[in-house]
Nanobody, 128 residues
Framework: QVQLVQSGGGQVQAGGSLKLSCAASGRILGAYAVGWFRQAPGKEREFVTT????????YYADSVKGRFTISRENARYTVYLQMNSLKPEDTATYYC?????????????????????WGRGTQVTVSS
């Protein structure tokens, strides 16, 4: 069983930066793909970015491409989401998720249903 513990987040002005972390308890994350999703008030949860097991493959939603960077340190069982040039529309609860499915592990995955394990979410608020 993988438990994902999220940290980071908070409130920042537009144009600022934040870094989110997603750490796996039990020291197992190396073979898992990890994705970040977000849910704004009154909206459905949406895909943000994903990274495969060794970090060699990443994919971003168009809305964050060029501003957000996903990375991982398997030795620390942690995945990061660096968010730069934040906009008010980035305001949401951010969730990390992990899966050991073979295809996702190799390439990363963009669909919520692909992920078996989820963090509890962390709030990011960007003020204008």
């Amino acid at each position: 069983q993988v438990q994902l513990v999220q940290s980071g987040g908070g409130q920042v002005q537009a144009g600022g930066s934040l870094k989110l972390s997603c750490a796996a308890s039990g020291r197992i994350l190396g073979a898992y793909a990890v994705g970040w999703f977000r849910q704004a008030p009154g909206k459905e949860r949406e895909f943000v970015t994903t990274i495969n097991w060794d970090g060699s493959n990443t994919y971003y939603a168009d809305s964050v491409k060029g501003r957000f960077t996903i990375s991982r340190e398997n030795a620390r069982y942690t995945v990061y989401l660096q968010m730069n040039s934040l906009k008010p529309e980035d305001t949401a609860t951010y969730y990390c998720a992990a899966t050991q499915a073979d295809y996702c592990s190799a390439y990363g995955c963009t669909l919520e249903n692909d992920y078996a394990y989820w963090g509890r979410g962390t709030q990011v608020t960007v003020s204008s």
